[in-house]
């Protein structure tokens, strides 16, 4: 379901043309909502999402709706700093506390008093890092490198990661305290493939752009384009929409774009994506695969069956029927000369009963020759078999013997229609 921008809160409106955003998608709606609504509170904020959603734009939304917009912003990627100079970075060092530290310097702590600062991909920080940065939350404390002064810093913290920060925490790579405090609010950014209709649009404004922005003549896509980059699953979401998009704006210049020029365009092997319908309790119902593959083991049995009866017809004629699971030189088969070895034809063996091999018995017997060897059982005689003895041990009660058995109950209804149980 897309919003249209009528209905749109004005703050909402405001906060998408201020800082670029497109897309009308509830979940892409939420996130911003969510922003504004934190933004005049000062508590610490997480945005979580896969890579290239864009998640970099939620702290500006943030600075920028609340009391601090008018101090300093600044965006620091915890993963493009080495390990060694982190914490300088961040905090600031004297001089002479380290080779190379010819004078001090102001970390982005110092520089940002008053204002907010954003710590992208927060999940790559070290854990000595990361035991500094608690001491920020909790007593707005610091310590540059190198002095053994406390300074204090009014400072908004803002983090991002794309990274399971429970699973980081689980295995000891990001400090469990640390995260509690950095996720006081959390706002998750929905990836490109649940955002609908938004990849379209999105589309059309990085080709406007780039034809914009060199002066070219713009691209067009027709509904087989749309479709193809709708069917995509962009692991690389927002990021290779826009790359993708920006290649066929150079190559197609002045083009009307189709499904089949945009998929020269997807990488090699890429696989379409088609989300799975779940229940409104968020469960999905599998009683159509599991339905599908019982039919190809019936299938299966079926072309079995009909291997076994070309065997009998060829054996009757005087061909050689060797052992199961052997093979040895045969004298002479329909015309082969005598002496050249060729593979002897194994007979299959139907599917083996999982029932007890005394209930098996029991099912084959009915002609009352105890004793004598019965015919394997079908596959149809097991599921048949199977579907009534759940059904007494459930006192004929359908729901009770679906749960059992692991089936819809209305699956269990057909099959009971369909193998004539009695009840």
Request: one cysteine or more; a neutral charge; charged letters at 25%.
């Amino acid at each position: 379901m897309q919003l249209n921008l009528q209905e749109l809160p004005a703050e909402i409106v405001q906060a998408k043309q201020r800082y670029g955003i497109v897309g009308n998608a509830p979940g892409l709606i939420a996130a911003i909502s969510r922003a504004i609504q934190v933004a005049p509170i000062d508590l610490s904020v997480l945005v979580t999402g896969e890579s290239g959603t864009g998640k970099e734009f939620f702290p500006k939304i943030i600075h920028g709706f609340s009391p601090r917009k008018h101090a300093k912003y600044i965006a620091v990627n915890c993963g493009a700093i080495p390990e060694g100079t982190i914490d300088s970075e961040l905090f600031g060092h004297e001089k002479g506390s380290f080779t190379g530290a010819i004078s001090s310097r102001k970390g982005y702590f110092e520089e940002a008093d008053g204002g907010t600062i954003f710590l992208d991909e927060v999940g790559e920080l070290p854990l000595t890092t990361q035991a500094r940065l608690l001491r920020v939350l909790e007593s707005g404390e610091f310590i540059k490198v190198g002095s053994s002064t406390v300074q204090k810093s009014n400072v908004r913290i803002v983090a991002a990661t794309n990274v399971d920060m429970a699973k980081a925490v689980a295995e000891g790579k990001f400090r469990e305290d640390l995260y509690y405090r950095l996720s006081t609010v959390s706002i998750h950014i929905p990836p490109l493939r649940e955002r609908g209709n938004d990849i379209s649009l999105l589309a059309r404004k990085f080709a406007a752009d780039f034809s914009e922005r060199y002066t070219m003549p713009p691209v067009s896509f027709d509904e087989s384009a749309r479709a193809m980059l709708m069917r995509y699953r962009w692991p690389g979401n927002v990021r290779q929409l826009k790359n993708i998009v920006e290649q066929i704006a150079l190559f197609e210049s002045g083009n009307s774009i189709d499904g089949e020029i945009v998929r020269s365009f997807l990488p090699d092997g890429s696989v379409n994506y088609s989300p799975v319908a779940a229940r409104p309790d968020g469960s999905h119902d599998y009683s159509a695969e599991r339905d599908a593959l019982f039919g190809m083991i019936l299938r299966l049995q079926r072309q079995i069956e009909s291997l076994n009866a070309r065997i009998d017809e060829l054996s009757a004629g005087g061909v050689e029927i060797a052992p199961q699971g052997s093979f040895q030189p045969v004298e002479e088969v329909a015309g082969v000369e005598a002496g050249v070895p060729v593979r002897s034809i194994v007979k299959f063996q139907p599917f083996s009963s999982p029932l007890p091999a005394d209930s098996a018995r029991g099912m084959n017997s009915d002609n009352g020759n105890a004793g004598q060897t019965s015919s394997p059982l079908t596959l149809e005689d097991t599921e048949r078999d199977t579907i009534r003895r759940a059904l007494e041990r459930n006192g004929g009660k359908r729901k009770e013997a679906a749960r059992e058995l692991s089936i819809s109950e209305r699956t269990l209804y057909r099959k009971i229609k369909d193998y004539g149980i009695d009840l």
